[in-house]
C-alpha cells in the first residue's frame, strides 16, 4: 500500500517543506492547516488541503475518513511564546486539547506511525552559565509553550492509549530558509540568511 502522510500545519514554513520532500519521493500527500499563521499558497499544487482547526474533533475525524492516511507529520502548533504568556488557555487549548484530538484519530484509524515535532530547547529552559548543555535534563521551561505540548511526548510511545502503533516526537531547532516569514514564531529572526546580512528585522 503507498505511503498517504497528512502533515498538520502543512500550510506553514516547516510544513510546506515537509510537504514538498514527501512528495519528491513519490508519496501521497494531504495538508491540515486552519491558516491562522500559514498561508494557502505555501501548499503545494495538486495537494489535497482541509483547512481545519485540530480543535474541531469532528472536522478532524472528517480529514481522517476522506483522506485516509497511513501516516501523520504533526506540525501545526500554537508556536509564539508571546500569545502563550498573554493568553495560555488558547495555548493549551491549540498544542494540548487539539493535538489529542489528532492523536485519537490516529487510534481510530489506525495511522501506522506519527512524527510529532515537539520543541527543542525551550522544553529544557535556559542553561546555566558556565554549564554545558545536557540532554535528557529536568525541564525547566519559561513559558507555557513548552509544557501545553510536552503530555503529548508522553502519548506518543506505540504503549499510549491513544497514538498510532508507532510515535516519534521530534524536537526542532529554531530554522529558517526559502519561504521564511519575519512574522514566524520568532518574530526577530529574518526571513533568509542574507535578510540577516542586509540588516532585515
Given at each position: 500500500?503507498?505511503?498517504?502522510?497528512?502533515?498538520?500545519?502543512?500550510?506553514?514554513?516547516?510544513?510546506?517543506?515537509?510537504?514538498?520532500?514527501?512528495?519528491?519521493?513519490?508519496?501521497?500527500?494531504?495538508?491540515?492547516?486552519?491558516?491562522?499563521?500559514?498561508?494557502?499558497?505555501?501548499?503545494?499544487?495538486?495537494?489535497?488541503?482541509?483547512?481545519?482547526?485540530?480543535?474541531?474533533?469532528?472536522?478532524?475525524?472528517?480529514?481522517?475518513?476522506?483522506?485516509?492516511?497511513?501516516?501523520?507529520?504533526?506540525?501545526?502548533?500554537?508556536?509564539?511564546?508571546?500569545?502563550?504568556?498573554?493568553?495560555?488557555?488558547?495555548?493549551?487549548?491549540?498544542?494540548?486539547?487539539?493535538?489529542?484530538?489528532?492523536?485519537?484519530?490516529?487510534?481510530?484509524?489506525?495511522?501506522?506511525?506519527?512524527?510529532?515535532?515537539?520543541?527543542?530547547g525551550a522544553i529544557y529552559g535556559e542553561v546555566p552559565e558556565g554549564r554545558p548543555p545536557r540532554r535528557p535534563g529536568?525541564?525547566?521551561?519559561?513559558?507555557?509553550?513548552?509544557?501545553?505540548?510536552?503530555?503529548?511526548?508522553?502519548?506518543?510511545?506505540?504503549?499510549?492509549?491513544?497514538?498510532?502503533?508507532?510515535?516519534?516526537?521530534?524536537?526542532?531547532?529554531?530554522?529558517?530558509?526559502?519561504?521564511r516569514t519575519p512574522t514566524g514564531r520568532r518574530g526577530w529572526w529574518p526571513s533568509s540568511p542574507?535578510?540577516?546580512?542586509?540588516?532585515?528585522?
Amino acid at each position: 500500500m503507498k505511503m498517504r502522510v497528512l502533515i498538520t500545519g502543512g500550510a506553514g514554513f516547516i510544513g510546506s517543506h515537509i510537504a514538498e520532500a514527501l512528495l519528491r519521493e513519490g508519496l501521497e500527500v494531504a495538508v491540515l492547516d486552519n491558516l491562522s499563521t500559514g498561508k494557502r499558497e505555501n501548499v503545494p499544487p495538486g495537494v489535497p488541503f482541509y483547512q481545519v482547526d485540530l480543535r474541531d474533533g469532528e472536522g478532524v475525524e472528517r480529514v481522517f475518513r476522506e483522506f485516509r492516511p497511513t501516516h501523520v507529520s504533526h506540525q501545526a502548533a500554537q508556536a509564539s511564546v508571546k500569545v502563550s504568556v498573554e493568553d495560555p488557555l488558547l495555548d493549551f487549548a491549540v498544542n494540548l486539547v487539539g493535538g489529542m484530538n489528532l492523536l485519537e484519530a490516529c487510534r481510530r484509524h489506525g495511522v501506522e506511525k506519527l512524527v510529532f515535532a515537539s520543541t527543542g530547547g525551550a522544553i529544557y529552559g535556559e542553561v546555566p552559565e558556565g554549564r554545558p548543555p545536557r540532554r535528557p535534563g529536568p525541564p525547566g521551561p519559561k513559558a507555557p509553550t513548552p509544557p501545553a505540548r510536552r503530555p503529548l511526548r508522553g502519548t506518543s510511545p506505540p504503549t499510549g492509549r491513544t497514538t498510532a502503533s508507532s510515535g516519534s516526537p521530534c524536537g526542532t531547532a529554531t530554522s529558517t530558509g526559502p519561504g521564511r516569514t519575519p512574522t514566524g514564531r520568532r518574530g526577530w529572526w529574518p526571513s533568509s540568511p542574507s535578510g540577516s546580512l542586509k540588516g532585515s528585522p
